[in-house]
C-alpha cells in the first residue's frame, strides 16, 4: 500500500516557540491532506483539510492562525504550531488521499504520527 | 452531521475466542463508507477493513469480519481467533462521499487479549 511519512516523530519544545511537522505521500501524488489531533486516550479529532494549492480548511474551533497548514505540493503538506503552549501537546497525525475517487477504502493513508510535547 | 458511537471504552477476550467491537453510526447522507483501525501503542493507524454502504455483501478480511446491519446503522467488527498482538485500541469511522470527504472516528475501544 502507499507510504505517508511524517517527521520529527517526537519534538520536544519549550513554550513559545513554533514547531513545524511535515507530512509527506512518499510513492502517489496526494491532491488532499488531513491534519487531526489526538489525546491521550481519545479520538482523533479532525483538524484541517486541505488541497494542494488552496488554503486549508480548518474544522469548527481549530485556529488557523495558530495551527498554519501549508500544502506546497501534492507530496508534502507541513503543520506549524505557532507560538505553542503546553495544552497543544497532543498526537498530530495526518493523511493523505490520492486523486479524488470517492468509492475506494484504500484513497486514504494514515501517516504514524507526531508527538508534541510543549514543556 | 455525521457520528459515530462506539460504547465500549473496554473489552477483554481470552486468547483465540472471537471478540466483537461494537459501532453505531448516524448520517443523512445515502452514501458512505465504514472503516476500522487498528491502533497499537506505538500510534500509527492501521486500517482493517472497510464497508460501502451499497456494498450487498459484510466485508472480511482475514480474522476481522464486519457485521453490516443497514437498517439498525451498525457496522461491528468481529475478530475471530484472537491473537496476543490484537490488543490495541480500534476505532470505527466513516467516510460520506459528499465535499472533502473527511473521516469521522469514534472514540475507541480498547481491546486487552488474555493469555
Known amino acids: 500500500g502507499a507510504v505517508v511519512s511524517q517527521h520529527p516523530s517526537w519534538v520536544i519544545c519549550k513554550s513559545g516557540t513554533s514547531v513545524k511537522i511535515e507530512c509527506r505521500s512518499l510513492d502517489f501524488q496526494a491532491t488532499t491532506m488531513f491534519w487531526y489531533r489526538q489525546f491521550p486516550k481519545q479520538s482523533l479529532m479532525l483538524m484541517a483539510t486541505s488541497n494542494e494549492g488552496s488554503k486549508a480548511t480548518y474544522e469548527q474551533g481549530v485556529e488557523k492562525d495558530k495551527f498554519l497548514i501549508n500544502h506546497a505540493s501534492l507530496t508534502l503538506s507541513t503543520l506549524t504550531v505557532t507560538s505553542a503552549h503546553p495544552e497543544d501537546s497532543s498526537f498530530y497525525i495526518c493523511?493523505?488521499?490520492?486523486?479524488?475517487?470517492?468509492?475506494?477504502?484504500?484513497?486514504?493513508?494514515f501517516g504514524p504520527g507526531t508527538r508534541l510535547l510543549v514543556l | 452531521a455525521q457520528k459515530i458511537t462506539q460504547t465500549q471504552p473496554g473489552m477483554f477476550v481470552q486468547e483465540k475466542e472471537a471478540v466483537t467491537l461494537d459501532c453505531t453510526y448516524d448520517?443523512?447522507?445515502?452514501?458512505?463508507?465504514l472503516f476500522w483501525y487498528k491502533q497499537p501503542s506505538s500510534g500509527e493507524m492501521i486500517f482493517l477493513i472497510y464497508?460501502?454502504?451499497?456494498?450487498?455483501q459484510n466485508a472480511t478480511e482475514g480474522r476481522y469480519s464486519l457485521n453490516f446491519q443497514k437498517a439498525r446503522k451498525s457496522a461491528n467488527l468481529v475478530i475471530s481467533a484472537s491473537q496476543l498482538g490484537d490488543s490495541a485500541m480500534y476505532f470505527c469511522a466513516m467516510k460520506t462521499f459528499g465535499g472533502y470527504q473527511k473521516v469521522t472516528f469514534g472514540t475507541g475501544t480498547k481491546l486487552q487479549v488474555i493469555p
Open positions: 493523511s493523505a488521499r490520492e486523486g479524488f475517487a470517492a468509492t475506494r477504502q484504500e484513497t486514504q493513508y
Open positions: 464497508q460501502g454502504s451499497y456494498d450487498q
Open positions: 448520517t443523512s447522507d445515502p452514501s458512505y463508507g
